[in-house]
């Protein structure tokens, strides 16, 4: 009997040794993680904390270990964290396990620090665990605010030279100077074609910057792809004589219509029928043929030229590819173009893909979505020069809210209804309308309260208001309480009356010339502009924050051309400041800098310097002046 006893005890002996020593090598292999690990209970009890954590944390393990992990995070997510571990534990929801997040942490010292977290559930002695592992990425942080400031530097110190060289050649040919010798004309070309390919290769590397940081900026809206497509080539009919080539539109007499961004697109499609022409033979043909396929619309941009190799095939699209052609190449590239395409078909839900044979061309196909939006198209009467405004009518009855769009329709209008408050914010939210026609009597909120939100919220939505009602006057309205209130009409509607009001919101100004003011530090770019806008605004520039506070303080602009990088700060800290004004200044950007989707959608329209031609800069002018 004390025999077994003492082999039971032994065999114990060696069981507590290995368990040991399996727990020796644990913390061991633990301790050559590069990486911080910090292991926890349920209860949120630091338990393990390795060499790698103390380096980074500044804490020894007896410090830490027994402690809640909140030690180790700042607020708000010291506050949250035992929150987010028992919302798991109770419902199983994974909204941090499993996954990897970028957060800050908190050393010893009161520091904070960026930190991916990766975290991971485990059970030990039939007890939930988890498994923190923690990267310090501040110098990957680092790098990215260099490479940030780099992509700022570059953006603004060549695309605004570029910009005042551009927009000088395009003068000087459009016949500023007077009339050009034929040598004087192919040096004109020759600096206007390299200018041009300079400008290509700064925007292709800043579009592939935006593309991985998911910054491009897109602005959707409902298309016409047929014209799109004629404009494209219009604007590509020089490459038609300098490579010896014709282009044949081949597409249907009716109207396709696509969500899309139409400069993206133009991006694109540009894109494809330059590589088409430069790669085809002399008198070849390159065909565009746009079509219905299979419920999608496709664009086709086929050459007949000297084809791809299969072997480059499988790497088209990728980024810095280009076929080992040196002999045959007609014009340098960056090896961008198609990356670059696929990304923004791939943003537009689409799909671009090509066939080729070696020696005998290639073609290149794009599939989009058609549209599926019901609105109506904006053209207008013949003897009409501009269109009307795009109104937004706010009214609960179905059949006067019908009635109402086809009168304004048939002026040549466009048109959107909201039949109570709550569709109206959200088309206000998502569209930008030029005016609004509102009933005073609506379901859950009535006319006046919402008026009166409008009006407090400012330029985006103080936009030019019809009031429409049974009585308008008994309900107390007048033009003087309200300042966006144009005219007020009763019900039965006089459809004359109605249109009169509308059309007479978007009156221009009285003056022979708008006003702009050009919020520019560059003297370049201001005299160049001031040139192009000479015959159609009067300008009063400024260099600086100060200086065009102190303009907007004198004059009564019609428009605000704003540059975004001045010397005394950002050009976007006038956004609301203009927006204050009464009546608010409406306000287009033009910098060397682009800009995101939230501030674009604040402004008439927002310009880069090195993708804006002189005509494009003076018709979105004229357009936001309108």
Known sequence: MIDELHRALKEIDELKFEKKDILIKQETLINTLVDAMVLIDQNNKITTFNLAAVKMFGYTPEEVIGHNVRLLCPEPVRTEHDKYVSRYTHTEQKHIVGKGREVVALRKDGTTFPILLSVSEMWLDGERHFTGLIKDITEQKNMERLKNEFISTVSHELRTPLTSIRGSLGLITGGATGDLSTQQKSLIHIAESNTERLLLLINDILDIEKIESGKLRFEFKRMDLIQLLQNCLDENAGLEQEFKINFNFTHTDESIFVNGDDSRLFQVINNLISNAAKFSNASDTVDIDVKLHNGLVRISVIDHGIGIDPKFMPKLFEKFTQADSTDVRKTAGTGLGLNISKAIIDKHQGMIFAESTLGQGSSFHIDLPLSQTDAILSSLPETIEERFASILIVEDDPDIAELIKRMLTDAGCQCDIAYDTLQARDLLATNTYDAMTLDLILPGQNGLEFLNELE????????????????????????????????WIQKPIDSNKLIAAVTASQA???????????????????????????????????????????????????????????PDGSGLDLLVELKAQTPPINAVIFSAQDVGQDIAEQVGAALVKSRTSNLQLIQTIKAAIK
């Open 456 to 487: 407090q919220l400012g330029t985006d939505h103080n936009m030019p208001v019809v009031v429409i009602s049974v009585d308008a006057k008994n309900e107390g309205i007048t033009t003087q309480e309200y300042t966006s209130v144009v005219d």
């Open 508 to 566: 221009m100004s009285l003056r022979d010339k708008p006003l702009i003011l050009q919020v520019e530090d560059e003297e370049d770019v201001r005299k160049i502009v001031g040139m192009m806008l000479a015959d159609h605004a009067e300008i009063i520039t400024a260099e600086t924050l100060k200086q065009a506070r102190e303009e907007i303080s004198r004059h009564q602009f019609d428009l605000v051309l704003l540059d975004i990088g001045l």
